[in-house]
């Protein structure tokens, strides 16, 4: 049977790579980790996701906190189950003070029930512990490498434990937390230097050709991290290896991204966050052949013509009717947050690969571009939003239109889409039958609790002059700039830009004017290059031929979202001009 292992010595550069995708707010953040270069014993609150399992107080295998209840470690650890049977967290050493240590009992061992433990394939466990635990400095989950990561061979990756320093080197007292830094092997090296049937897809390698580091006995199920971003990703779980830190024998860890949908059909609730680790430049190990490996995959021409960008694709949102007040993340993936100097002050929206909609009142007392920094695929306003991305502004311009007026900013770069970010398409003259239902979202001032998370609202659109009951909302400053958004044929569309232009109270009848987009067609053909939905759809035109519309609330009562200046009628007493 192969030796398990994890930990060494000194260190090498780490690489980073650029941020993906995620999950819950804390996850894979270390406040008292900028570990670059490493050596030997890990300080103090560097890896705040580690865990000791213990039997009878002594330590056993390691394991990584994936949310404030559940570890994942190795299921070669449970071969049988451990006498009280514990896991202690925020742990430093083994013998001596501990002031950050917590300790539960564990209540439930999940193997995974592809396990074998003759070729150490799915070598992976949740334990559920007794409690939650409270995450601070010293502890935090750690986020997991979603499926669809990509470790290029050469990734810096760093592996921690208490095991032994060496094959049969036991730790020394008083049993430091230990820590080294590793590249990953590739795969097709790993296969090829262990035997090509023994390393399969569920695995990944890390190690020096040289040997010298590597994890070693006591280190089992402990993690593999690398960072991406501000974000450290569980990669892989200590599993085996032969001996440890040997020539041309990498350790081998269990690949986490392989198991996302078992693991949350475990953890049903409170899931754990998953970021999708992605490598740049290109994958040496692809050129790599040995004895018995077959080629790899073969790469087609490069005439593949590229998927065209659409527009109004939204892949987390479900939205048909009801739902609360607080958006999630994802669910409006063209909202942006305009910001002057680092604080919110408008709303927008992503219209194109590098452009932003917006209201033009946004830019009265500011029109220089760089004062300016758009923020997509943010969540809240305070507090930590894994998706993220801030792009400059190189130039802004206004319609200049008589009445209300639109701003178009140009970014610096555009945005890598993904589920987070996506543009909306604009309304170039759509129809929007009495009755559709549509939304509007925005960081409403005061709303969204202590983070300020995006709020959400449900409208549907009325003839205008039908209503006969009002209530009031205040669109806040904040929310300049937001959209009314309705869905057609199953791409999202952008009916109209919300202003807070009016902040004089009106009285209960009194109906807040919003153009329709559409009125601006020309002047958004001159400044940038707009987008087609995803198919072609026709339309069918309503038997009402009322030039104008009102948008109705669904039933919410004002503290629901105060987003919009006076919403008249269960909403908005917005008369938008949405048959033309």
Request: contains cysteine.
């Amino acid at each position: 049977m192969a030796l398990y292992k994890v930990i060494g010595a000194v260190a090498l550069l780490t690489l980073l790579t650029q941020e993906s995708h995620s999950q819950p707010d804390v996850c894979g953040i270390t406040p008292l980790n900028n570990r670059i270069v490493g050596g030997q014993k890990a300080p103090v609150g560097n890896w705040p996701w580690q865990a000791s399992l213990q039997s009878s107080g002594s330590h056993f295998c390691g394991g990584s906190l994936i949310n404030n209840e559940w570890v994942l470690t190795a299921a070669h650890c449970f071969s049988s189950i451990p006498a009280r049977l514990t896991v202690s967290l925020g742990l430093q050493s083994l013998q001596g003070p501990n002031p950050n240590v917590v300790s539960r009992t564990v209540t439930t061992v999940i193997n995974n029930p592809g396990y074998n433990a003759d070729t150490d394939d799915n070598d992976i466990c949740l334990l559920k512990l007794s409690s939650p635990v409270t995450f601070n400095n010293f502890i935090v989950p750690v986020c997991l490498a979603a499926p669809g990561s990509t470790f290029f061979s050469g990734v810096s990756s760093w592996v921690t434990g208490w095991g032994t320093i060496g094959s049969g080197v036991s730790l020394p007292p008083p049993g430091n937390l230990m820590e080294v830094n590793v590249p990953i092997v590739g795969n097709r090296q790993c296969k090829c230097n262990y035997g090509v049937g023994r390393i399969t897809n569920n695995m990944i390698c890390a190690g020096l050709s040289a040997g010298g580091k590597d994890s070693c006995q006591g280190d089992s199920g402990g993690p593999m991290v690398s960072k991406q971003g501000s974000r450290w990703i569980l990669g892989g779980i200590v599993s085996f290896g032969i001996g440890c830190a040997q020539p041309n024998f990498p350790g081998v860890y269990t690949r986490v991204s392989q198991y996302q949908t078992w693991i949350n059909s475990q953890i049903t609730s409170n899931q754990p966050g998953y970021i999708t680790f992605t490598s740049s430049g290109t994958d040496s190990d692809l050129s790599i052949s040995c004895t018995g490996l077959p080629p790899p995959p073969t790469t087609l021409p490069t005439t593949t013509i590229a998927k065209p960008v659409v527009c109004g694709q939204a892949p987390l949102n479900s939205r048909i009717l009801g739902g609360s007040s607080v958006a999630t993340a994802g669910v409006w993936p063209w909202m942006a947050s305009l910001q002057r100097n680092g604080s919110h002050v408008c709303g927008g929206t992503l219209v194109a690969v590098n452009s932003v909609l917006s209201n033009a009142n946004c830019f009265s007392s500011s029109p220089t571009p760089s004062e300016w920094t758009v923020v997509l695929g943010r969540l809240k306003q305070n507090g930590s939003n894994p998706f993220e991305v801030t792009l400059n502004v190189t130039n802004i311009t206004l319609s200049n239109l008589n009445g209300s007026n639109v701003a178009v900013l140009h970014l610096s770069t555009k945005p890598s889409l993904s589920n987070n970010i996506q543009p909306i398409c604009l309304d170039n003259g759509q129809t929007f039958a009495l009755g559709s239902t549509c939304w509007a979202a925005g960081w409403s001032s005061g709303q969204g609790g202590a983070k300020h998370v995006l709020q959400e609202f449900q409208t549907s659109v009325e003839n205008c002059g039908l209503s006969s009951d009002s209530r009031t909302f205040t669109l806040e400053k904040g929310d300049s700039g937001v959209p009314l958004m309705c869905k057609l044929a199953g791409s999202w569309f952008q009916a109209a830009v919300l202003s807070a232009d009016n902040t004089t109270r009106q009285t209960r009848d009194a109906v807040m004017q919003f153009p329709k987009l559409s009125t601006f067609e020309s002047f958004l053909a001159r400044t940038g290059w707009f987008l087609s939905p995803a198919s072609n759809f026709i339309i069918s035109t309503s038997a009402s031929n009322s030039n104008s519309a009102t948008l109705l609330n669904s039933g919410a009562t004002p503290a629901h979202f105060q987003v919009f200046l006076y919403f008249h009628f269960l909403v908005f007493s917005a008369c938008l001009q949405l048959f033309l």
